[in-house]
């Protein structure tokens, strides 16, 4: 787990924070409040797009590593292949999801040094942002959309480890979430698919529910996503100590 915390979890959290802050660099000495700047910064930058390899850098490549030293063969002999599995499972879902948090949290904390929320602004979407300022939780409204990043982030990164297990390969596993968020926007398209399978809106706290229940319906898409993901991950490393 140490492992997933180093330098490149550092420049994961800069990444993505930086880019908020290229965005909202040209609107910082206007008369804006928090929530402008951020729904602005939301709106023009590629937070989207770059959201899953930023959740990849710190640790999705870890598998990659210990096959490519050939560690993960002393690994799976001295801690067996069940906690092995475990271990690595969680500390690049921690990495991915906290990186992504944290960055977010980061280009906040830079807006409130900045500005004050306007609670009288109701922006970005008509649900889930107008019905949990209006009484004034500010706090609370970012607090969830730190949660939805962290759910985010921990998918993306999964996504990635599970890919690893068949492909070792660090480019393509890094490379891998991205081609997935273009694949799951093809999906999201298609007219018969509901709002609350986009994952980049889901994401965001975008789509046309409440505040608890957006994140009600997160927690059960992107948790039964991760599921899915450490299944894979735990049958490709199965598949490899049985066949090499």
């Not at 598998?63 to 092995?84: A, E, H, M, T």
Request: overall charge positive; charged content about 10%; hydrophobic content about 50%.
């Amino acid at each position: 787990v140490k492992r997933a915390f180093g330098w490149s979890f550092a420049l994961a959290i800069l990444f993505y924070c930086g880019q908020f802050m290229i965005a909202a660099y040209d609107v910082f000495g206007e008369e804006h409040d928090v929530f402008s700047w951020f729904e602005y910064s939301r709106s023009v930058s590629y937070t989207g797009w770059l959201l899953p390899v930023a959740a990849a850098l710190p640790f999705a490549t870890g598998f990659c590593q210990d096959v490519k030293s050939r560690y993960v063969n002393g690994q799976l002999l001295r801690v067996g292949r069940k906690r092995y599995v475990a271990s690595k499972l969680a500390a690049v879902g921690l990495a991915g999801g906290l990186a992504c948090a944290l960055g977010l949290m980061l280009f906040l904390a830079a807006l409130f040094f900045n500005g004050v929320p306007d609670t009288s602004w109701y922006g970005g979407n008509p649900v889930f942002l107008k019905k949990t300022i209006a009484d004034g939780h500010v706090i609370l409204y970012f607090l969830g959309l730190c949660y939805l990043t962290t759910l985010a982030g921990a998918f993306w990164a999964l996504s990635a480890l599970a890919f690893s297990a068949f492909i070792p390969n660090a480019y393509l596993t890094l490379c891998f979430p991205l081609f997935l968020f273009r694949l799951s926007l093809t999906v999201a398209a298609w007219p018969w698919v509901p709002e609350w399978l986009n994952l980049a809106m889901l994401g965001k706290g975008s789509i046309q529910q409440d505040f608890w229940p957006t994140l009600g319906i997160a927690t059960c898409v992107f948790g039964a996503l991760i599921a899915s993901c450490c299944w894979a991950f735990h049958k490709g490393v199965k598949r490899r100590v049985e066949h090499g």
